[in-house]
C-alpha cells in the first residue's frame, strides 16, 4: 500500500491575549489507501482538535498534513467529516437531505445523482427517501447522514465521536452497518471515539494520545482483517488481548 494520509510533526499552540496553550505536541502518522484508523486517548486530550486539523478547519501552529500528496491548507472538498450529530434538516426529505452536499458543491451532475441513488438503495433507505427526518429511526438517520457525505465522493472520512449520541444497543448494531457500508465503498477512514470496544472492533489501528499537550503514546495494529462481524468478534480472545493493550496504555 502506498500512503494515503501522511500527517508530519504536527503541533498547535492555542493562543489569548494572556497566556498560550500547547495542545499537540508532536505528532506524526501515516494512513494508507482504503485503512481504517481510529484515535483514542483521555477526555480533553485534543482527539478531536487534530481531527479538525486533518480537516483542514484549524491549522497547525507547525507541521504538515499531505492527502494524496497534496498539502491540507484549509477547508476543501477532499474530506468529508461526520458529527455525533447527524444534523439532518428537520423539513427536507432524506432525499433532500442526502443531496444537500452536492448542492452546496454545485456538484449535481447526472453521474453524481445516479451515485446517491445507487446508495439509498444499496444500503436501505430508497423507500424512505420521500420520509422526513423525524420519522426515522436513529440508527437509519445516520445511516441517511453517512449516505449524504459519501455522495460527495471524499478521498479521506473523518468521524468524530459519530455513534455517540445513539443509546448502546443501537450503537453496537449502527457500528456494523456503518463498517459494512464504508468496507464496501473501500473508504479511507479516520475515526475520534472514547469508546474502546467501538475503536478496537473497526479499526486496522488504533492511536493511543497521551494527555495533553497530546503525542502518541502507543500505535496497536487491529489483526481482523476487512471482512469482519464487529460485534461477534468482541467474544473472541484475539478482540480481548487488543482491547487489554489499549486500556493499560489509556491507564497509564
Known sequence: MSVYLNVENIKLVYQTPESETLAIKDISFTVDKGQFVSIVGPSGCGKSTLLSCIAGITLPTAGNILLENKPIK??????????????????????????????????????????????????????????????LSGGMRQRAALIRTLAVKPSLLLLDEAFSALDYQTRVTVSQDVYNILRSENQTMIMVTHDIPEAVSMSDRVIILSPRPAVIARQVDIPFGKTRDTIALRSTKEYRQCYETVWKEMSR
Do not use: C
Open 74 to 135: 484549509g477547508i476543501n472538498n477532499r474530506t468529508g467529516y461526520m458529527l455525533q450529530n447527524d444534523n439532518l434538516l428537520p423539513w427536507r426529505s432524506i432525499y433532500k437531505n442526502v443531496f444537500l452536499g452536492l448542492e452546496i458543491q454545485n456538484k449535481l451532475t447526472e453521474e453524481n445523482i445516479e451515485y446517491t441513488h445507487s446508495l439509498l438503495k444499496k444500503y436501505g433507505l430508497w423507500e424512505f427517501k420521500d420520509s422526513y427526518p423525524s420519522a
